[in-house]
């Protein structure tokens, strides 16, 4: 102490200091010298903390050395009654505090604090990293005493204990196994989240303190283990573990887990138990032990080699178990793969080297490929991988590695290298696309060849791997690049022409031919060939001027075909009049009695007359096909009764030539379609005449099948025509479907005809939607097949009355209820036409009155209730048309007698306008009896008219 009082005071202060200890101490403190005995102050420096008193108006009394380090600057100027603001002013003024004038405020306002707040101790945080205690107790008198303690060690133990503590936790908390620590009670410390993923049963019902025998019954009740269910032998596996550590144990969880678990006694006698997850090594054991099984039974049934080789790589041995090398072990081992080796020129020299530089390095390699002679003299290509071998003091012992042969996959290699390079140098673009998925269709580029950059513009690098947005067209709205993309959901081919984006901003155009590519039933690829089609484009914008002069002359092409179509319906007119005469006269004399001689002539004449008329009709079709005149009716018909129609009319002249003639009808055939039954029948017909004309011997087969169409709703049926006839050669298939078109002239001069019958049918098929195709060869003869689609029966108009072919059915047709026969008026300018038609009439029973022109037809019906009208179309003067229209115009009874147009004409077109003139029906000359008397009779159907 310094500053020292007079004895009075000095007695005083060291009475105030002994209050103070006592104080401090709770009980009596005494000196051995009261008044300022130095042996009392000595002991107050011998004090291990710093020590103060202060008087009830909070001024120094007494203190020590220790206390005044925490003061330094106040060291000079300190002494006994010195104010405690003042004693914390000199302080704060100590140059010590530079830099840390935070720290100091702080250390002021804690000085403060702690000074106004007695009991409570205060730290004060000094510079340097140090931390002073501060204790204060009030004393009886008012007075203070404080006790300074230097806690700057004490505090660095305690953050290196909290941190030890901290880590120790921490590392507790990063164990990968499961941890627990119990005291020597078995009641638990401390464990790890690892342990409560072990035993999820066990999840926030941990706490500390619990006892092992607690955690043993929860593990009872869990039934999480597999191999013990008891509860009891748990709880007793439980005890045994613990009362006898040290040796590992395993439990089987439910989840298919297995817990190795190891408990250790602490120092302390306490536990500690660590459990592992050992699932993974159980599996990595079993399939280790699996793989050495498997790796014995591949090395019985694998293809490929084993070998090992010296340090000098020299082979020293080679398995080969399936015997692919046909190696000749004696001239193969003690041999390097250098001298193996067969040289080749493509086998590039860089390749040997960075081999032998592997070698050198003692790296591993795979798949080292080069050719060999390894048995006999055949060159095959190896593939060959290996790994260096040292032993146990890093000394390199040689190769050990594996081979295979591919030859194979070589020469397939270097095909398709030449199939790229090719695919490189074609002239048009290929682009490959990679597709995934089903109905998303995502796609991307997988390859492109040089010309797609010519095309474009853009490399392979800049399309590769990405969306072919650049197939897509500048257009997303043209009808073809929506088709495009259409056909890439639906997984099908497309085909057609689209602008396509260049990459320089111009827009040119492509012809893309788009396949699908499926692997095992799946969409894997589509290939696109694309051909820049710009020049033809623009070829087309300039020759804009010659598409209209070609429409003008398409415009005088037709203007010419209707011509010639008029002339040659003119010349039908013209031909037929006559023909009509020639044909319907034979009737009539071979409906008379005639001797053989006279009969057989006059069925030449008519038969001769009917081939005239088929050439006439083959013509007048060709002609009608040719200018778009071609009508086709949707009415009801039986595929059997037209069959069955065609049968009976060649049935006289398969049986002339001793040709049976069969009929197959498939049983899902329907019994009634809708269709244009006329020209089903003209086709049959034709193929079927055709078919016993090129046939000496043998037989013809018609057969009717239906064709199943997955996409089409319509009925598809198949009409075949097949023969045993000459054949045809392949390549005359298609000459044949062509107009005028005969084989040879032998077959022409040998068989007849004009070549216009299977054009007609081709023609007619394509007309009615469907096709006919071919399948012959010299020797084994034809078979002609037509494909046509038909509607639903109930969907078509009304059918026409079945015509009746006999002449007792047309006799009782044509008879009223009365029995009188009907009274007939025909109208006809030609005289050989009358001359027949009366005849035919008569042979049945009928008479009728003639008008030759439209003018005398009116008067007669006026003058005379007639029951029919026979309507000739062109005379002269008034013609049938106007006649009709002029009848239809009268009143009473004969305005709605029954008309027939009976002409030349035989246009569907003309038919249309006979009945639109009035007439009932229509009869094409020339005409057999038969069919005149079922003209009749359809108009009596119902009985004799008024």
């Known amino acids: 102490m310094t500053d020292k009082p007079g004895a009075l005071q000095q007695a005083t202060i060291w009475n105030r200091i002994v209050a103070a200890l006592r104080t401090l101490a709770g009980a009596p403190v005494y000196s051995s010298t009261v008044g300022g005995s ?11 903390e710093g020590f103060a008193v202060y008087d009830a108006r909070d001024r120094l009394v007494a203190w020590n050395g220790r206390y005044i380090i925490y003061f330094p600057n106040a060291r000079r100027q300190i002494h006994v009654g010195m104010p405690f603001d003042e004693l914390l002013s000199a302080c704060v003024e100590d140059p010590v505090w530079k830099g840390f004038e935070g720290a100091r405020n702080r250390f002021v306002d804690a000085s403060r604090a702690g000074h106004a707040r007695t009991g409570e101790p205060v730290v004060l945080e000094l510079p340097g990293d140090r931390a002073v205690e501060l204790t204060e107790r009030r004393m009886a008198d008012g007075g203070r005493v404080v006790i300074a303690r230097d806690i700057t060690n004490e505090r660095i133990t305690l953050r290196a204990l909290a941190l030890n503590d901290q880590r120790f936790r921490d590392a507790i908390a990063a164990m990968n196994e499961a941890f627990t620590l119990y005291d020597t009670d078995n009641r638990l410390i401390i464990w790890n989240e690892r342990f409560v993923e072990f035993f999820p049963h066990l999840a926030g019902k941990l706490h500390v303190g619990m006892s092992h025998e607690d955690l043993l019954r929860l593990d009872a009740a869990s039934g999480i283990y597999t191999d013990v269910t008891d509860a009891d032998e748990i709880m007793q596996a439980g005890r045994l573990r613990r009362e006898r550590p040290g040796a590992p144990y395993e439990m089987r969880m439910r989840s298919g887990q297995t817990i190795e678990g190891t408990q250790r006694r602490t120092a302390d006698g306490g536990r500690v138990a660590i459990y592992r997850d050992v699932s993974e090594a159980r599996r990595t054991l079993k399939q280790l032990a699996d793989s050495e099984i498997r790796l014995r039974d591949f090395a019985q049934v694998t293809s490929d080699w084993f070998w090992e080789t010296d340090a000098e790589h020299r082979f020293t041995f080679i398995s080969d178990p399936r015997g692919v090398l046909a190696l000749d072990l004696e001239a193969t081992l003690g041999k390097t793969r250098f001298e193996l080796m067969a040289p080749g ?12 530089k592997a070698l050198g390095d003692r790296r591993p390699f795979r798949d080292f490929v080069y050719p060999a002679r390894l048995g006999g003299t055949a060159l095959e290509w190896v593939d060959v991988s290996g790994i260096p071998l040292f032993d146990d003091a890093g000394r390199f012992m040689g190769y050990r590695g594996a081979g295979r042969v591919v030859t194979d996959q070589v020469r397939a290699r270097r095909r398709l290298e030449l199939l790229q390079s090719a695919i490189d140098n074609a002239n048009d673009a290929v682009t490959v696309l990679e597709a995934s998925g089903h109905r998303e269709r995502k796609v991307e580029v997988a ?16 399309v590769i791997a990405r969306p072919p947005l650049r197939l897509a067209g500048v257009e997303p709205e043209h009808p073809a690049t929506k088709a495009l993309w259409e056909a890439i959901e639906d997984g099908i081919a497309f085909r057609g022409e689209l602008p396509l984006a260049r990459r320089d901003g111009s827009v040119g155009w492509v012809d893309i031919r788009l396949d699908p590519i499926f692997e095992q039933g799946r969409l894997t690829h589509y290939v696109a060939i694309e051909r820049d089609v710009s020049e033809r484009h623009e070829n087309q914008a300039r020759l804009a001027w010659a598409r209209d002069e070609a429409e003008a002359a398409r415009v005088a092409a037709e203007k010419a075909n209707r011509a010639k179509s008029d002339f040659l319906a003119s010349m039908s007119h013209e031909i037929r009049t006559p023909m009509n005469g020639v044909i319907g006269m034979a009737g009539v004399l071979l409906d008379s009695a005639l001797d053989d001689t006279q009969r057989r002539a006059a069925e030449t004449i008519r038969e001769s007359g009917e081939i005239l008329l088929q050439i006439i009709n083959d013509i007048l079709d060709l002609s009608k096909l040719e200018a778009g005149r071609m009508e086709f009716d949707a009415r ?40 244009d039954g006329v020209r089903v029948r003209q086709i049959l017909l034709n193929l079927a005449d055709n078919a016993i004309k090129f046939t000496d011997a043998g037989e013809v087969r018609i057969s009717i099948g239906r064709v199943p169409r997955a996409s089409d709703a319509r009925t598809w049926l198949a009409f075949t025509v097949r023969d045993t006839g000459i054949g045809i050669p392949v390549d005359r298939h298609n000459d044949l479907f062509r107009e005028f078109n005969q084989l040879d002239s032998s077959i022409t001069r040998r068989y007849g005809g004009t070549g216009l019958g299977l054009a007609i049918c081709r023609s007619l098929a394509e007309r009615m939607g469907g096709a006919i195709t071919l399948d012959s060869a010299p020797g084994r ?14 969907a078509a108009g009304p059918s026409p009355s079945d015509a009746r072919t006999s002449e007792e059915t047309s006799n009782a047709a044509i008879r009223g209820p009365d029995g009188r026969s009907p009274r007939i008026l025909l109208v006809e300018d030609n005289p050989t036409n009358r001359l027949v038609a009366l005849s035919m009439l008569e042979s049945v029973g009928l008479k009728a009155d003639v008008a030759d022109d439209g003018q005398s037809a009116v008067a007669a019906v006026k003058a005379n209730p007639y029951d029919l009208v026979l309507m000739d179309i062109h005379m002269p003067g008034m013609d049938g048309l106007a006649a009709a229209r002029a009848i239809r115009a009268l009143d009473g009874p004969a305005a709605r007698v029954p008309i027939v147009a009976v002409t030349a004409n035989a246009y569907r077109s003309h038919a249309a306008e006979c009945i639109e003139a009035g007439m009932n029906d229509f009869l094409a000359k020339p005409y057999r009896k038969a069919a005149l008397i079922d003209a009749i009779a359809r108009q009596f ?3 004799m008219r008024p």
């Not at 130095?38 to 420096?45: A, I, T, V, Y």
């Not at 009764?641 to 030539?657: C, P, S």
């Not at 049976?660 to 269709?675: Q, Y």
């Not at 003869?781 to 109930?794: C, I, T, Y």
């Open 636 to 675: 009801p018909f039986s595929p059997l009764t037209i069959a069955q129609g065609v049968l009976g009319i060649i049935a006289g002249r398969a049986a002339a030539k001793n040709l049976p003639v069969h009929l197959d009808i498939a049983p899902d055939v329907p019994a009634s379609i809708a269709g």
């Open 345 to 356: 020129d493509d086998f590039p020299p860089a390749y040997i080297e960075a081999h032998r």
């Open 781 to 794: 003869g034809s078979a002609f097949e037509v494909k046509l689609p038909f509607g639903p029966a109930s």
């Open 38 to 48: 130095p042996g009392f102050g000595e002991g107050l420096e011998a004090l291990g």
């Open 447 to 462: 390859f492109v060849n040089r010309a797609f950059e010519r095309l474009t513009g853009f490399s392979p690098g800049e």
């Open 941 to 943: 159907a119902d009985g």
